[in-house]
């Protein structure tokens, strides 16, 4: 079955860049997704499409990809952004999440 | 506005049947896919499965498979997960997703339905 891996934790400053990277076999054919969850909420879209930012998300979030690795970049990160972090890839008829990133600013 | 309000919280027995619901508002429901997320206490996202509601094609995760049933009723914009013999180990949280217009990811979630099955 088709996987995504991500880092367990980042841990970033207020103010600098955090980046939380999601690594798959042929991701780079695919379209990477990214979802933001707080605790005790339900998960927020934040990127899709890669690169894509859907109205309402802060213009600090954005995504890349680069070969097999895409890759959700928050700059000037900001307290409010401590949450967990799942990317997110549809493979053959299947929706696949990676195990999630929790973003520590500290 | 698009808004999905799943059902409330829900206590129950080993070996019960339960069916938990997810209603559309705010777009043509039969034409967006709706998903099902699984989350377990303290745990990562799991992809359940997915339902086209106008003509009710249903995808399963191969963890899912035989073990839940997603169905969908266009008359009253609903989607619904259910289990015919729930075991301690379905207790979650559980969320309902609709996939976005341009492609394979999920624009709007539930607020979710915790699920408690304990004897």
């Known amino acids: 079955s088709y996987e995504l891996t991500q880092p367990p934790s980042v841990s970033v400053s207020p103010g600098q860049t955090a980046s939380i990277t999601c690594s798959g076999d042929?991701?780079?054919?695919?379209?990477a997704s990214w979802f933001q969850q707080k605790p005790g909420q339900s998960p927020v879209l934040v990127v899709y499409?890669?690169?894509k930012r859907p109205s309402g998300i802060p213009e600090r979030f954005s995504g890349s990809k680069s070969g097999n690795t895409a890759t959700l970049t928050i700059g000037g990160t900001q307290a409010t952004d401590e949450a967990d972090y799942y990317c997110q890839a549809w493979d053959s008829s299947f929706w696949v999440f990676g195990g999630g990133t929790k973003l520590t600013v500290l | 506005e698009v808004q999905l309000v799943q059902s409330g919280a829900e206590v129950k027995k080993p070996g019960e049947s339960l069916k938990i619901s997810c209603k559309g508002s705010g777009y043509r429901f039969a034409s967006s896919w709706i998903g099902w997320v699984r989350q377990m206490p303290g745990k990562g996202l799991e992809w359940m499965g997915i339902?086209?509601?106008?003509?009710?094609?249903?995808r399963y995760s191969p963890s899912f498979q035989g073990q839940v049933t997603i169905s969908a009723d266009t008359s009253v914009t609903t989607a619904y997960l259910q289990w015919s013999s729930l075991k301690a180990s379905d207790s979650a949280m559980y969320y309902c997703a609709r996939r976005g217009d341009y492609g394979f990811y999920f624009d709007h979630w539930g607020q979710g339905t915790v699920v408690t099955v304990s004897s």
């Open positions: 499409l890669d690169t």
């Open positions: 042929k991701l780079g054919d695919k379209y």
């Open positions: 339902i086209y509601p106008d003509d009710s094609d249903t």
